[in-house]
């Protein structure tokens, strides 16, 4: 083929967010306090849930877990991006560059079921809270929590499995301070318009499904709610009165 005479691509060059160092210096300073801030206030939360007795249950159990995706989220490629500020070429490896992709797409579709889960935990607590307890036991948390990794895992194959072996022998520099994939399969030596459709379309499909999802399930609880607040809470009978004591 014609790209089999050309120099594979082992590595890419980001462009980062601006070529000027007065603003990269901004830029340090303000993604350093943002990162540290999202770091140890996830880490927070996620060290009092498993510290504290009384936040063992379920809400804060998928709490937690979600305090620890997004913990991930901030760390996948920021601190990369932090360090680039003062480093010129800004270069990250084939290998790097897929293992971002891969974890962005792993803990972004992992964090979107399990925000559908938290909503099912809501519906569940207010809607049947006589039966919350065992609905929301402590198998069903867990299972909840292993279906948002499995569909993470899925999701981040699907985007990556025509992506590793696409042929990259051209140019080499990535628009973006990350590997975002839509800039990356650009850079192939092949047309990649029906890769890019598809996975354009899966990550769309997964985020539509969901948001439906959690649109339907946030508005039962809202419509509930307000019923509870126009009729009132249900009123208890008053206790009957001993014939003995008249």
């Given at each position: 083929?014609?790209?089999?005479?050309?120099?594979?691509?082992?590595?890419?060059?980001?462009?980062?967010?601006?070529?000027?160092?007065?603003?990269?210096?901004?830029?340090?300073?303000?993604?350093?306090?943002?990162?540290?801030?999202?770091?140890?206030?996830?880490?927070?939360?996620?060290?009092?849930?498993?510290?504290?007795?009384?936040?063992?249950?379920?809400?804060?159990?998928?709490?937690?877990?979600?305090?620890?995706?997004?913990?991930?989220?901030?760390?996948?490629?920021?601190?990369?991006?932090?360090?680039?500020?003062?480093?010129?070429?800004?270069?990250?490896?084939?290998?790097?560059?897929?293992?971002?992709?891969?974890?962005?797409?792993?803990?972004?579709?992992?964090?979107?079921?399990?925000?559908?889960?938290?909503?099912?935990?809501?519906?569940?607590?207010?809607?049947?809270?006589?039966?919350?307890?065992?609905?929301?036991?402590?198998?069903?948390?867990?299972?909840?929590?292993?279906?948002?990794?499995?569909?993470?895992?899925?999701?981040?194959?699907?985007?990556?499995?025509?992506?590793?072996?696409?042929?990259?022998?051209?140019?080499?520099?990535?628009?973006?301070?990350?590997?975002?994939?839509?800039?990356?399969?650009?850079?192939?030596?092949?047309?990649?318009?029906?890769?890019?459709?598809f996975m354009i379309s899966t990550?769309?499909?997964?985020?539509?499904?969901?948001?439906?999802?959690?649109?339907?399930?946030?508005?039962?609880?809202?419509?509930?709610?307000?019923?509870?607040?126009?009729?009132?809470?249900?009123?208890?009978?008053?206790?009957?009165?001993?014939?003995?004591?008249?």
């Amino acid at each position: 083929m014609a790209w089999n005479n050309q120099s594979v691509i082992t590595e890419f060059i980001l462009q980062g967010l601006s070529s000027s160092w007065e603003l990269q210096i901004v830029y340090f300073l303000f993604f350093s306090v943002v990162y540290a801030a999202a770091v140890l206030g996830n880490l927070l939360i996620v060290l009092t849930i498993v510290s504290e007795l009384r936040l063992h249950s379920p809400m804060y159990f998928l709490l937690g877990n979600l305090s620890f995706i997004d913990m991930s989220l901030a760390s996948f490629a920021t601190p990369k991006m932090i360090a680039d500020f003062f480093r010129e070429p800004k270069v990250i490896s084939f290998e790097g560059c897929i293992t971002q992709i891969f974890f962005l797409h792993l803990l972004g579709g992992a964090e979107i079921v399990l925000l559908i889960a938290m909503s099912f935990d809501r519906y569940v607590a207010i809607c049947k809270p006589l039966r919350y307890l065992t609905i929301m036991s402590r198998r069903m948390c867990l299972g909840l929590v292993t279906l948002s990794w499995i569909v993470g895992i899925f999701h981040a194959m699907s985007q990556l499995a025509f992506t590793v072996n696409l042929p990259f022998c051209g140019p080499n520099e990535v628009d973006s301070f990350f590997c975002d994939l839509p800039l990356v399969i650009k850079l192939a030596c092949v047309d990649t318009y029906i890769l890019g459709v598809f996975m354009i379309s899966t990550s769309g499909m997964i985020a539509l499904v969901c948001f439906i999802l959690l649109v339907i399930s946030y508005s039962v609880i809202l419509s509930l709610l307000g019923n509870v607040l126009l009729v009132g809470p249900p009123k208890l009978s008053p206790p009957a009165v001993p014939t003995s004591l008249l």
